[in-house]
């Protein structure tokens, strides 16, 4: 595991200040809406054609709350776009990550965005509300 610590000016280490913590649980929170929306099927669903936010909900059977609160996220990290009420996968999503299917095989991710457990009980969770 890699650690981060910043040197000071007279060459010690620097205390880990809140900038770092705050850096770190952005850093997780991400992940955790990106493994969200992976599981709940949100970029599968927009692969073939945009969608409207009730068109998104009906694809991954969420809620429409669900369905915004995912996509939304995404938009914020730059793998869905959004305009005039249309949701898309992003260039960056497409070049960047692989599909589902490749993650399942390869196992990247498979607690979580290929069905495991915890991807089951989160994918739950969403769906109901």
Same mark, same amino acid.
């Given at each position: 595991?890699?650690?981060?610590?910043?040197?000071?000016?007279?060459?010690?280490?620097?205390?880990?200040?809140?900038?770092?913590?705050?850096?770190?649980?952005?850093?997780?929170?991400?992940?955790?809406?990106?493994? /969200?929306?992976?599981? $709940? @099927? &949100?970029? +599968? %669903?927009?692969?073939?054609?945009?969608?409207?936010?009730? =068109?998104? #909900? *009906?694809?991954?059977?969420?809620?429409?709350?669900?369905?915004?609160?995912?996509?939304? /996220?995404?938009?914020? $990290? @730059? &793998?869905? +776009? %959004?305009?005039?009420?249309?949701?898309?996968?992003?260039? =960056?999503? #497409? *070049?960047?990550?692989?599909?589902?299917?490749?993650?399942?095989?390869?196992?990247?991710?498979?607690?979580?965005?290929? @069905?495991?457990?915890? %991807?089951?009980?989160?994918?739950?969770?969403?769906?109901?509300?």
């Amino acid at each position: 595991m890699t650690t981060y610590v910043e040197e000071t000016q007279t060459g010690g280490p620097a205390a880990a200040g809140p900038e770092l913590i705050m850096q770190l649980a952005a850093g997780f929170m991400a992940a955790k809406h990106l493994f /969200a929306a992976s599981e $709940l @099927g &949100l970029f +599968e %669903a927009l692969a073939d054609s945009p969608a409207s936010l009730d =068109a998104l #909900a *009906a694809r991954t059977g969420l809620t429409r709350r669900a369905a915004r609160i995912s996509a939304d /996220a995404m938009v914020a $990290l @730059g &793998l869905l +776009e %959004a305009g005039g009420g249309i949701y898309r996968n992003s260039p =960056a999503r #497409a *070049a960047s990550m692989p599909s589902e299917a490749t993650c399942c095989r390869s196992g990247l991710s498979s607690e979580i965005s290929c @069905g495991g457990p915890l %991807a089951s009980a989160s994918a739950s969770r969403a769906q109901a509300g």
